[in-house]
């Protein structure tokens, strides 16, 4: 171990030693936990990150619960949906779980040897529910309430499917019609309904209900929840509710900025109605950043690219929580989270026990979110499909593979391009094009390259499409 990662570790350790009677007090708490993940939405939004009225929607609730609690301004994400909502469900880089991109026609999604964030609360004696888009598998054996979750409403893929029945020629015979599903813990999902045009429109508002009575109904059970709600709000196609169609005045991207204001706002009311509010820890996050396609367009604000690259624009997203008398109110912070960070981090909230017999690459933040100054986290690497596209460490970022679009081609690097974040946001001026002065940076990032490709050597990456029953190699 080099002096700097054992400096950082003691500073680490002695932060958590500081904080171990907070953190453990906490844990025995058992706290309520709501966790809302909106679908595609970049940095460059909400009011509270540059956005609002700027873009024809003011998000007064979700810019108020930016103050009742911690803003991130670097919350990290992968590139793809279900990268992301792998990395979040099991603490793990997709890389490590065959989970690395969006597939089509494909056995996909986790295998059941994976432990979810539902799987261990459920152990630690939480009601668990699911209300939105799962995206890490469509299959028996791979449906949220086979991996943890006691109840689920939602869809098993993505929201652009809701077009399907919709284009010319469509064809039932080769193609799918896509379905809204339900399920509870070990049963076969049930099909709803079509989702279709109209149910796209709709089912934001059937997911905040579905949620808000699952909530009610644990309160009532006396049975500490994770209310996991992932809305299909703004993917493709970006259509409103309804309610909020026309309402802002500029269009549908903007009408649905209200209506995701307006939803969040149903759950803060609904805590609040159960008298929960103090007991209960609020995450508001998005998967990925914003869509590029033409038409349906999101923001990235002061960053540069849309999701499916790896540039900052992909990466960072919005991120509010909240936790009253818990997580210091109104503080902001520019220190590194990722969403691997979100399990071991509630794990230790729940008082639940990580998995011991696999990579872990998640670290608990619990100590940072309660008032530490530093995160527990320096970087990370950048994967898009299975290849590392760059690696981001403290203010700098390295890329390997160039791509500033969905829809271009990644371009190998003979010579990595390096920027600093701080000076260069919209990652536009390779240092090395101009001068040598961060060539320090180098062995420091490659260090860091090194150590993860050895934890890849030392577990190998559960590949992509792998069938049930898996153990890996040697168990």
Same mark, same amino acid.
């Given at each position: 171990?080099?002096?700097?990662?054992? &400096?950082? @570790?003691?500073?680490?350790?002695?932060?958590?030693?500081?904080?171990?009677?907070?953190?453990?007090?906490?844990?025995?708490?058992?706290?309520?936990?709501?966790?809302?993940?909106?679908?595609?939405?970049? *940095?460059?939004?909400?009011?509270?990150?540059?956005?609002?009225?700027?873009?024809?929607?003011?998000?007064?609730?979700?810019?108020?619960?930016?103050?009742?609690?911690?803003?991130?301004?670097?919350?990290?994400?992968?590139?793809?949906?279900?990268?992301?909502?792998?990395?979040?469900?099991?603490?793990?880089?997709?890389?490590?779980?065959?989970?690395?991109?969006?597939?089509?026609?494909?056995?996909?999604?986790?295998?059941?040897?994976?432990?979810?964030?539902?799987?261990?609360?459920?152990?630690?004696?939480?009601?668990?529910?699911?209300?939105?888009?799962?995206?890490?598998?469509? @299959?028996?054996?791979?449906?949220? &309430?086979?991996?943890?979750?006691?109840?689920? *409403?939602?869809?098993?893929? @993505?929201? =652009?499917?809701?077009?399907?029945?919709?284009?010319?020629?469509?064809?039932?015979?080769?193609?799918?019609?896509?379905?809204? !599903?339900?399920?509870?813990?070990?049963? &076969?999902?049930?099909?709803?309904?079509?989702?279709?045009?109209?149910?796209?429109?709709?089912?934001?508002?059937?997911?905040?209900?579905?949620?808000?009575?699952? !909530?009610?109904?644990?309160?009532?059970?006396?049975?500490?929840?994770?209310?996991?709600?992932?809305?299909?709000?703004?993917?493709?196609?970006?259509?409103?509710?309804?309610?909020?169609?026309?309402?802002?005045? *500029?269009?549908?991207?903007?009408?649905?900025? !209200?209506?995701?204001?307006?939803?969040?706002?149903?759950?803060? =009311?609904?805590?609040?109605?159960?008298?929960?509010?103090?007991?209960?820890?609020?995450?508001?996050?998005?998967?990925?950043?914003?869509?590029?396609?033409?038409?349906?367009?999101?923001?990235?604000? *002061?960053?540069?690219?849309?999701?499916?690259?790896?540039?900052?624009?992909?990466?960072?997203?919005?991120?509010? !929580?909240?936790?009253?008398?818990?997580?210091?109110?109104?503080?902001?912070?520019?220190?590194?989270?990722?969403?691997?960070?979100?399990?071991?981090?509630?794990?230790?909230?729940?008082?639940?026990?990580?998995?011991?017999?696999?990579?872990? =690459?998640?670290?608990?933040?619990?100590?940072?979110?309660?008032?530490?100054?530093?995160?527990?986290?320096?970087?990370?690497?950048?994967?898009?499909?299975?290849?590392?596209?760059?690696?981001?460490?403290?203010?700098w970022k390295i890329h390997f593979i160039e791509l500033a679009s969905m829809f271009g081609t990644p371009q190998p690097l003979n010579f990595p391009k390096?920027?600093?974040?701080?000076?260069?946001?919209?990652?536009?001026?390779?240092?090395?094009?101009?001068?040598?002065?961060?060539?320090?940076?180098?062995?420091?990032?490659?260090?860091?390259?090194?150590?993860?490709?050895?934890?890849?050597?030392?577990?190998?990456?559960?590949?992509?499409?792998?069938?049930?029953?898996?153990?890996?190699?040697?168990?």
């Amino acid at each position: 171990m080099s002096t700097r990662h054992l &400096t950082r @570790t003691i500073l680490v350790a002695a932060s958590a030693m500081l904080c171990v009677g907070t953190t453990d007090a906490v844990a025995q708490d058992r706290p309520n936990i709501v966790l809302m993940m909106v679908d595609n939405y970049g *940095y460059g939004e909400l009011g509270v990150y540059g956005g609002g009225a700027l873009r024809g929607a003011e998000t007064p609730r979700l810019d108020r619960l930016a103050g009742e609690g911690l803003r991130l301004t670097n919350f990290n994400v992968e590139p793809q949906c279900t990268p992301s909502r792998s990395a979040l469900m099991t603490g793990r880089h997709p890389i490590r779980s065959g989970t690395t991109r969006v597939v089509w026609g494909m056995l996909y999604g986790m295998v059941q040897w994976e432990t979810t964030i539902a799987e261990l609360l459920s152990s630690a004696g939480y009601a668990t529910g699911m209300f939105g888009k799962w995206h890490l598998g469509d @299959t028996p054996g791979r449906f949220p &309430t086979d991996q943890g979750f006691d109840v689920w *409403y939602g869809i098993p893929n @993505t929201t =652009d499917e809701a077009l399907y029945t919709s284009h010319p020629q469509f064809d039932a015979s080769v193609s799918v019609i896509p379905e809204i !599903m339900e399920s509870s813990r070990g049963q &076969t999902p049930q099909l709803v309904g079509e989702y279709d045009i109209p149910a796209r429109r709709r089912i934001d508002g059937d997911l905040t209900a579905r949620a808000i009575g699952f !909530m009610r109904a644990s309160v009532e059970n006396d049975t500490p929840f994770l209310a996991y709600v992932p809305f299909t709000q703004a993917h493709v196609p970006t259509l409103p509710h309804p309610d909020f169609d026309g309402a802002s005045g *500029y269009g549908n991207y903007a009408d649905v900025s !209200m209506e995701i204001d307006h939803r969040a706002g149903q759950i803060l =009311d609904a805590i609040d109605e159960l008298g929960i509010r103090d007991n209960t820890l609020v995450i508001w996050t998005a998967d990925n950043g914003p869509e590029e396609l033409q038409g349906w367009q999101g923001t990235a604000g *002061y960053w540069r690219g849309h999701y499916f690259t790896a540039l900052e624009g992909s990466l960072r997203v919005p991120f509010l !929580m909240r936790w009253p008398g818990r997580v210091p109110a109104g503080r902001v912070s520019n220190e590194i989270v990722h969403m691997v960070d979100l399990l071991p981090t509630l794990a230790n909230v729940a008082g639940a026990d990580l998995p011991t017999d696999r990579v872990i =690459d998640g670290v608990d933040q619990l100590d940072f979110f309660l008032g530490a100054d530093a995160s527990n986290r320096e970087g990370f690497p950048v994967y898009n499909g299975d290849e590392m596209f760059a690696y981001k460490w403290r203010d700098w970022k390295i890329h390997f593979i160039e791509l500033a679009s969905m829809f271009g081609t990644p371009q190998p690097l003979n010579f990595p391009k390096l920027h600093n974040l701080i000076s260069d946001p919209k990652e536009n001026f390779p240092i090395f094009n101009t001068d040598q002065t961060a060539a320090w940076v180098l062995p420091a990032i490659f260090e860091e390259i090194a150590t993860f490709r050895r934890s890849l050597a030392q577990e190998p990456p559960i590949p992509l499409g792998t069938p049930d029953p898996y153990l890996p190699a040697g168990r």
